[in-house]
């Protein structure tokens, strides 16, 4: 039973300094996720999806997180293996680096990026980069492992040449594959990865995705194992305000995820630019249906938009929007659902710092204890 907390690096408005800021605020969320008693951090790599996520050099922002902390799980959420965006070798120099620098803590999360504004900028077309993902997903563990390799591969080519480092952990870091699709779930199992799950869709989306994913990690075949650890895992993401006020918290988290919704919509189905004004709970959820019933905002096949059938009846909201008790109670049914590990999700574009700030502390002073049947020590501000 595991918590940690996922980056997109969302921006409301992007100019210099705003972005600037966004990036120290982060680093400052997970400083105390790290007092807090989190497990973990996970970020994203995208490019050229402007307010929907500016994390584009998430090895960065990792390695500077990693050196602030002393025993969070450092989370690529997930590296892009096109090879002219990451080639495999410089991604396993990279990630063994990071590994040997922050302990041990690395997970490697593997896939290819969800636009074709991404994949255009380098060159591919989105449609066509499974293949080159699959070879680089075999290959990086090879390049953690053996001294000397040589890969004459159908995408990629290069002599035999030794690489350095080796990671710290022994034979490699924990393994993941981000699931936006329902076939990526099984995939992950079928390999041997886990599995990083959105959960905009409730305890009943991951039940499914669950039951799915650990039936085929239990029949896969020795010769579609990627790499040399098999990690049975699979991560819910979770969107959450938690705060004293549970309306404020609705309010500030529904808003957010409006934009989340709406900032996706614009750059994965050409959908208009996110609303950044605020509004009622009520007012908000409209706007949500607004884009669930003219355009899904949907990520692979996941869809960001929300019901709002379900404002008001507090056992079918799909969300962490509110009290901690009402976090507790949420996070519960994922776990019940077969989740290991809680993603939660707050810095969305028009999220303030401080309700960040108030719900990672919240979070690990009431909700993770109560899972743990124990009591947290906070450390002290330095």
Not at 129 to 148: A, G, H, K, N, W
Not at 244 to 255: E, F, N, P, S, V
Request: contains cysteine; hydrophobic residues 40%; aromatic residues 8%.
């Amino acid at each position: 039973m595991k918590f940690s907390m996922i980056y997109e690096a969302q921006i409301a408005e992007t100019h210099r300094e705003a972005e600037q800021q966004v990036f120290r605020e982060m680093a400052e969320q997970c400083v105390q996720l790290d007092k807090s008693g989190f497990d973990g951090v996970w970020c994203v790599e995208h490019h050229g999806l402007t307010q929907y996520s500016h994390m584009s050099a998430p090895e960065t922002f990792l390695a500077f997180v990693a050196g602030k902390t002393k025993t969070l799980e450092i989370g690529h959420g997930v590296v892009c293996l096109p090879p002219a965006m990451n080639h495999p070798i410089k991604v396993a120099e990279r990630v063994a680096m990071l590994d040997i620098l922050s302990n041990g803590r690395v997970n490697f999360g593997v896939g290819k990026g969800g636009s074709q504004q991404e994949a255009g900028a380098f060159g591919y077309q989105l449609s066509e980069l499974q293949p080159l993902i699959d070879e680089s997903m075999y290959l990086i563990p090879r390049l953690f492992t053996e001294e000397v390799v040589e890969h004459d591969g159908q995408y990629i080519k290069f002599p035999a040449r030794p690489v350095h480092p080796k990671p710290l952990q022994d034979p490699h870091p924990r393994m993941y594959m981000a699931c936006t699709r329902w076939e990526a779930v099984v995939t992950a199992g079928s390999r041997g990865l886990g599995a990083l799950v959105m959960g905009f869709g409730g305890p009943d989306e991951i039940k499914t995705k669950s039951d799915a994913y650990r039936k085929a990690f239990a029949e896969r075949k020795p010769e579609d194992q990627v790499g040399f650890r098999p990690t049975e895992h699979l991560s819910a993401l979770c969107p959450a305000i938690v705060l004293r006020d549970r309306d404020k918290a609705r309010r500030i988290g529904l808003r957010g995820q409006r934009f989340f919704a709406e900032a996706l919509s614009h750059w994965y189905q050409g959908g208009p630019k996110p609303e950044v004004d605020d509004m009622s709970p009520e007012e908000h959820l409209a706007a949500l249906d607004k884009v669930r019933e003219h355009k899904f905002a949907k990520l692979g096949e996941d869809k960001i938009a929300y019901n709002p059938q379900a404002y008001g009846y507090l056992d079918d909201i799909n969300d962490a929007y509110g009290t901690p008790e009402d976090c507790i109670r949420y996070v519960e049914r994922l776990f019940e659902a077969g989740a290991d590990e809680i993603m939660f999700l707050s810095q969305m574009g028009t999220v303030p710092h401080e309700a960040i700030m108030e719900t990672i502390e919240l979070i690990g002073s009431e909700v993770i204890p109560h899972f743990r049947g124990k009591k947290l020590r906070v450390a002290a501000a330095e």
